[in-house]
């Protein structure tokens, strides 16, 4: 069946960094969308990036322009999530998903297919 596992989280100070990373299984990795979400205690799921399987376009989050970068390695089936200059707003548990979808503009959670357990960002101020 498949998989995705998240990786990388923990507690960080603000203006720090942490990469995520997660590590899918069972399913076409080279022709899925995988994006990263965030959700917060009492919030909404939010989209926080995505990189296409077409042409690994990329779309972010407004908050996050700059400060993170999504990337992929279809050859180990990982896509990653590097995260500078954190702020304690970033703070949330962070999910992997795929979706068959191409564009990587799609920001709904409804769009996506596969999800991971999620991994815990915690930023300190």
């Known amino acids: 069946q498949v998989q995705l596992v998240e990786s990388g989280g923990g507690l960080v100070q603000a203006g720090g960094s ?5 590590a ?3 399913l076409t990795f ?3 969308t995988m994006g990263w979400f965030r959700q917060g205690p009492g919030k909404e799921r939010d989209f926080v990036a995505a990189i296409s399987w077409i042409n690994s376009g990329t779309y972010y989050t407004d908050s996050v322009k700059g400060r993170f970068t999504i990337s992929r390695d279809n050859a180990k089936n990982m ?3 590097q995260m500078n200059s954190l702020k304690p707003e970033d703070a949330a548990v962070y999910y992997c998903a ?5 564009f990587a503009g799609r920001r ?8 991971g357990q999620g991994t815990q960002v915690t930023v300190s101020s």
């Open 18 to 22: 942490l990469r995520l990373a997660c």
């Open 24 to 26: 899918a299984s069972g």
């Open 30 to 32: 080279s022709t899925k």
């Open 79 to 81: 896509v990653y999530l």
């Open 98 to 102: 795929a979706t068959r979808w191409s």
């Open 108 to 115: 709904d959670p409804n769009d996506y297919n596969y999800w």
